[in-house]
């Protein structure tokens, strides 16, 4: 069984007023257009614009770095490997795109293991692997608008009877979908992705101190934890609809 949840959530409707502040910048009386005007302009004339009107950019991209490797993005934006995938997915530089911060996306997948979880002798254990991207930090982080660091991230839950009854892998793709198993801690280059409120078994070893088995009490707390966020236990029905489907 191997499973893959793509989550969805993106952050806050809100602009930065750092982002609103670099697209004042970049507004001039002389290029200031009706958006059906820029609309056309952009579908005429993208070479145009790469050449001229962010000529003076060269090799510096937005982010500041002076890359030989930097490439035009459609808006004729410089910018190196990175910011394209990341900044550019809410562009600081084209008229039409959106300047909300990303917020963290990523996809969650799980697999059964054939190996026992200590405590756990006669059930196998479940991975849940988390594969976050770079992204841009969304309302709530540290720096709002700032690049962070992703990562890919495991944990293990026990394949047992309570777990099923619990529902505890839907309920945990749902809070996943809501945001709020990651969040960002750190400042500037040190940002980067980290476990937020739902807590995980990282580990199939080292007891509860170590923040993996055996530990009793673990799969009540965690449903707990997922009720406290109004993620309560989805009726088996659906479960069993959607692990068939799948």
Partial sequence: ?????VNGVGSTS???EKAAAVMKEKITPSTQKSSSQQRQGENQNTAEESTSAQGDLGSICVCGDNTMSASKSKCGASMCSKCLHTVHVHCKVCFE?????????GKMRYSKLDINVPGHTKD?????????PDGIQGKGHPSPGKPFKGGQFEAFLPDCEKMRNLQ????????FRQGLTFTVTGKEAGAKATWDCIPHKTSLQGGKSGNGYPDSTYLSRLSQVLSYY????????????????K
């Fill in 1 to 5: 069984l191997n499973v893959t949840c």
């Fill in 14 to 16: 809100a602009r930065s």
């Fill in 97 to 105: 795109t959106d300047l909300t911060p990303q917020g963290i996306r």
């Fill in 124 to 132: 196998s254990a479940i991975k849940i692997t988390y594969n976050i």
């Fill in 168 to 175: 505890l892998l839907p309920r945990l793709e749902k809070a």
């Fill in 230 to 245: 109004g993620l309560e236990e989805p009726s088996a029905k659906s479960y069993e609809q959607k692990n068939t489907s």
